[in-house]
């Protein structure tokens, strides 16, 4: 049995973030190893934002992470990302993808929203973590499912060291809960995320 691996994986509404626990979650069951989840949903019908927490391991007692304790950060849109980064502890890792989602006004002023993509990697640079930058919308797009950004995304994931299940873990899972008309397009979506670690 592994020792308690805390994980924070953030994001807004729709991008997926509940499915990734799940994978995670029937992988580590899988496996025969403890595991417990919650979930802060805020308005993510909206596209607002969406916390979860995942703890696997021995005594678990609760599924809230405190502040600087976590291993591992996965977020699927930056300013996310940094909004929760607070919940990493030094030296963790963070996986992210390199989507910023902007106020519609910003559309129009492409300096503004660059300057603000500048500062979001800046920042996230700043902080004693081992930071990934993943195009997860361009994997997915080539995988040929746009919605698969969160999959590319896990199997970056799957690549960390000391991650406590392993790609072949996850891809069980996969096949389990994702519809069988989807699950080649993330198959493929999962196994980019792995070669955009690896690269």
């Known amino acids: 049995m592994v020792e308690t691996y805390q994980m924070v ?3 807004v509404g729709g991008q997926g973030i509940l499915t990734i626990s799940d994978i995670i979650t029937i992988a580590a069951q899988m496996k025969g190893l403890n595991i417990l989840g919650s979930e802060v949903h805020g308005m993510a019908q909206k ?3 969406v916390i979860t927490n995942l703890k696997i391991g021995k005594n678990l007692n609760s599924p ?3 502040i600087g304790t976590s291993k591992m950060l996965v977020g699927l849109e930056q300013n996310e990302t940094l909004r929760y980064l607070k919940y990493l502890q030094p030296g963790g890792t963070v ?3 390199d989507t910023v989602l902007f106020p519609i006004t910003w559309k129009k002023d492409k300096k503004a929203a660059e300057k603000a993509r500048e500062n979001i990697k800046d920042n996230l640079s700043k902080f004693d973590a081992d930071v ?3 195009d997860a919308e361009g994997l ?3 995988a040929g499912l746009a919605l698969a950004q969160n999959i590319v995304l896990l199997g970056a994931l799957s690549q960390v060291e000391g991650f406590p299940v392993t790609d072949n873990d996850l891809r ?3 096949k389990i809960r ?3 008309k989807y699950l080649e397009v993330n198959l493929k979506a999962f196994d980019l995320g792995i070669s955009a670690v690896k690269k």
């Open 95 to 97: 996986i992210t993808s």
């Open 178 to 180: 994702v519809p069988p």
């Open 172 to 174: 069980e899972a996969l």
């Open 132 to 134: 990934h930058f993943i």
């Open 64 to 66: 809230t992470i405190p």
């Open 47 to 49: 596209g607002g934002s």
């Open 9 to 11: 994986i953030c994001g």
């Open 140 to 142: 997915a797009n080539k």
